[in-house]
């Protein structure tokens, strides 16, 4: 492992800001026809599903992996068509939402393939809505945080913002975040743990904040005040549009997404650390802390989520400027984030692959650390390194 990681070279000419080249990006589009499809019921139900997963892995399959890196230097102005996408979703979301709830109600369709229907609208909502909201929330733009702010409301997980920005990125692959996924922690397990967890330290945060301001926790700057009001007019329109089964439609695609969040958490960082240094210091963020993951398709699908060592190295790059990483300099996942959630929903199956996997890290990273227990109790070793 080298000091500095360094990527692939980058391509010596500039993002082309063209509809062309930001058009596979718009894979996540094709959600809202599959969606509305599979309003009628049947075996129409299958497709959202066979879309996110079997469509995606098999994609990603025969297409290969993509190593090319953009310029990461490059302004904004060279990214409209990439940054249009972005600003697209949201009225995207809102249709695949609650027009499904309106058609739904109405359609005469059995109790079971209701669950089923809004499972696909979760799968729309969480695997590409909360991505495109993560995004966007990490963007100065006001605009692009409202955006965010407003995809995150319609799945009633608003706190994510505070959550992600003030909390995650500072103390990822530590035991202060509770979104790290411990080693040899099963899945259900970290979501019981992580969905009180991540509320907790969200609201603290934010109440540290407006108390460096000499201000109250009630102040009106308080973000949970606006992540509160946006999600009370989505369950009121839920509510308008379906009736008591409109909201329960609108509640269960909300738990649906949100798991979904939370599975895809899990795999982001799963049982890797950062050296913890003595008296509560920790080296700071490399990629190695990530999983990486240069799977075509499913990026495209994700909008470069899976190159997550780069995001947490340099968060501010905005999603097509985002690095892929070569093994010396980043672990790698066996399979895009698709299958690797489901598998992570079955944890004998996730240890079987992924356990070997952090041990190899380990020994990569860190071969002068030979006692773990620490680290894995999600606790520090006494003193600092190992």
Known sequence: MTDTPQPPPAPSAPVPSTPADAAPFAISLIFLPVVLLAVQGGWWLALPPLYATVAITLLDALTG??????????????????????????????VVIFATIALAVRGGLAWWELLILFYGVGLATGGV???????????????????GDLLMASV?????????????????????DAVTARYNEGFWRFFARVLPGSLRSAWRAEAAMLARRGRPVWHHANPFWRYSALQA???????????????????????????????????????????????????????????????????WLLINLQRHSDHHYKPARRFPLLQTYEAKDAPQLPLGYPTMVMLAAVPPLWRRVMNPRVRAWRRQFYPDITDWSAYKAGTNPVGGGA
């Open 65 to 94: 992996p993509r190593r090319e890196n953009a310029d990461p230097m490059q302004p904004d102005a060279n990214l409209y068509w990439y940054r249009a996408l972005t600003l697209v979703w949201l009225p995207v979301q809102l």
């Open 129 to 147: 809505g909360i991505t495109y909201a993560h995004e966007l929330m990490h963007q100065r733009s006001r605009l692009e945080r409202w955006l």
């Open 233 to 299: 007019v989505f369950l009121a329109l839920a509510l308008a549009l379906g009736g008591w089964l409109g909201l329960g439609l609108f509640l269960w695609q909300a738990f649906i997404a949100v798991m979904l969040l939370e599975l895809t958490n899990y795999v982001e960082h799963y049982g890797l650390t950062r050296r913890h240094l003595g008296s509560g210091r920790y080296e700071p963020v490399k990629p190695h802390h990530s999983w990486n993951a240069a799977h075509r398709v499913s990026n």
């Open 156 to 176: 009633l997980y608003g706190h994510f913002r505070s959550e992600h920005l003030l909390v995650h990125h500072t103390h990822v692959a530590t035991p202060r």
